[in-house]
C-alpha cells in the first residue's frame, strides 16, 4: 500500500512541476519583485516519525522590524501579494520539490513547527506516523478554521483509516476548498495560531 502511494506522489509531483513551471517561474519573480529576496522561506519541520527536514514555501512576509529591533506581527509583515497567494494556496506549490525528495506527500498531514511535537499528547504525535502532506484530511475539512484539537484528530484518523482512494477524494476535495478560499485563516488571525499544547 505504501509503494502505491509514493508511486502516486512521484507521478503526480513530476507532472505538477513539468505544468506549474511557468507559473512557479511567473510567482517567483512577483515575489522578488513585491516581496525581496530571498524568494523562498526555508524553515526546518518535523517529517515522519518527527524526524526534521526543511520546506520551502515561496515568501509572503517581509521582515520589517519593530523600533526595538523585534519582527512586527505577522499581520504588519504580511504583503498583499502574500495574502493573494495564500488564498490561492500558491505560497505552497515550492513543497512539491520536498514531495520529490521523499520528505512529504501529496497527502498527509501538514508539517508543523518542530516547537509542537513537545507539546503533543501520545495520541496526537501519531500524526507524524505518516509523512507529512501537501493538503490532508484535517485541510478539506475546516483547515484553519478549526480547533488544533480537532485537527489532530483529523490527522490521526487519516493515519488510520488511509487508502489510495482516500487520497483520491481529498486531491479533489481539496481543488474545490482552495477555488472556494474556505477556511484559509483563523478569525481574527492573519496567520495560524500558535499551538500550546492541550490546553489551548
Known amino acids: 500500500m505504501r509503494f502505491s502511494k509514493r508511486l502516486f506522489d512521484l507521478c503526480f509531483s513530476v507532472v ?11 510567482i517567483a519573480i512577483l515575489v522578488w519583485v513585491f516581496v525581496g529576496t530571498p524568494i523562498l522561506f526555508k524553515q526546518e519541520r518535523p517529517g515522519y516519525k518527527g524526524r526534521p527536514f526543511f520546506i520551502y514555501k515561496f515568501r509572503t512576509m517581509t521582515d520589517r522590524l519593530a523600533p526595538d529591533g523585534s519582527l512586527l506581527p505577522d499581520a504588519e509583515r504580511l504583503t498583499p501579494l502574500g495574502r493573494f497567494l495564500r488564498a490561492l494556496s500558491l505560497d505552497e506549490l515550492p513543497e512539491v520539490f520536498n514531495i520529490l525528495r521523499g520528505e512529504m506527500s501529496i ?15 501520545p495520541e496526537q504525535m501519531r500524526r507524524h506516523n505518516m509523512l507529512p502532506g501537501l493538503t490532508g484530511w484535517a485541510q478539506v475539512n475546516g483547515r484553519n478554521a478549526i480547533t488544533w484539537q480537532d485537527k489532530f484528530k483529523l490527522d490521526v484518523w487519516y493515519v488510520d483509516n488511509w487508502s489510495f482512494w482516500l487520497d483520491i477524494k481529498i486531491v479533489l476535495t481539496t481543488f474545490w476548498k482552495v477555488v472556494t478560499r474556505e477556511g484559509i485563516l483563523q478569525e481574527g488571525h492573519a496567520t495560524s495560531k500558535y499551538f500550546m499544547g492541550d490546553k489551548d
Open 16 to 26: 505538477a512541476v513539468i505544468i506549474l513551471s511557468p507559473v512557479l517561474f511567473i
Open 107 to 121: 497527502v498527509g498531514p501538514r508539517p508543523l513547527l518542530m516547537e509542537y511535537l513537545e507539546r503533543y499528547s
